[in-house]
């Protein structure tokens, strides 16, 4: 379990790593906090000839509060920066409660925002609340700096829409609407691991919606766009339609799962002021 | 080859090491500290979990190149008021039997004791989700750790 030999490169700041990532394109790989690569890396299931580490670029580190209430983070901001409320949370609570439950402690002290996203996971909490939340994500690279939405940035599994020459930068997420509250739900068989079933619920006065993290089955962030517990389960249905399998007991389960998770992310908006 | 330099238990230590080195191997085969322990080496185990610039981090996925300049205290050098209360409460409450989990359990009870002073049983539990032990079944670690925080409560309300 030791990586293959790679070239180690430390740049100091998003220009030199932007540079770096231009020259070495498809050979290179981004490494932030390294809490996903590098245990990719170990079984060297993941094989690039170079890792840009991007771990030294202060420009990536804090945040600043935009007009409207919304913040923007730096890539480089850790889990636990946000479950310490190191930085301010424009969710009202969200990021905070959701920082508190990716993986372990140590794991939270070096694990980035950016990188999570970078990793497209479904199964991990950042990919699906930032597309709850409509947070948009910056990436530069030397063409210039363009803007992904998160709803548009997991394109499947271990896919996203950042470049090979892209940095991510930065992660802007807008204010919740007035009268907006969310719930979140977990469901994982220990504290830690990746989810299961995840689910964001985001409850007007009205009307609301939930996105829903289904990784196993769907490798991108789920809209079901109803809080009814009814229209949950049937979107839910709809959504994981083409799963089959050979035990016809377990697709039975994943379907309930996943509409109960949903269902308990409603409720938990409901429940907490 | 790339040139690290960082502290160790106070000490600087300079060691050029491959690229593909993790900190936890740059501890055991080039300082021969060998306290910090590997199990998974993919971060889920917590054996090798050390303290970084005072927070603990898995050694295991930290390459030494990522750690150059920091600070790092392994089970080797846990010092001071908790570290002794901690490892005294291990002792008293029985909080190992094979060893193998326990510099890790140890580096992450000096966190839970020091940032969550007041943690509840059930907290101490999930805030140990990290660390994997085969032996014990964690009550007596789980004890261990709120023996640990009382004696601190004490020696802070003695002074």
Redesign the interface.
Known sequence: ????????L?PTTVDEAVALLAEHGDDGKV?SG??SL??L???RLALPTV?I?V?RVAELRGATELPGGGVRYGAGTTH?AFEDRLVPDATGGLLHHVAAGI?????R??GTLGGSLAHADASAEWPVVMAAVGADVVVRSARGERRIAARDLVQGFFTSAVEPDELLVAVEVPALPDGVRWGFHKHAR???EFAESLAVALVGDSSGDVWLGAAREIPVPVALPSLDRDAIQAAVADALADLTGEDEGEVRYRRHLHGVSAWRAVNHAKEHA | MIEVTLTVNGREVTAAVPARTSLADLLREHLHLTGTHLGCEHGVCGACTVFVDGAPQRACILLAASADGSDVVTVEGLEGAVADAVRESFSAEHGLQCGFCTPGMLVTACDIVARKPDASREEIRLELCGNICRCTGYVNIVNAVERAAKAVHVQVAAR
């Open positions: 379990m030791k990586p293959a030999l790679f070239d180690h430390r490494l390294g809490q590098v245990p890396l170990n079984m890792v580490d771990s636990a993986g372990y402690r140590a794991i002290n070096r220990k504290p830690g």
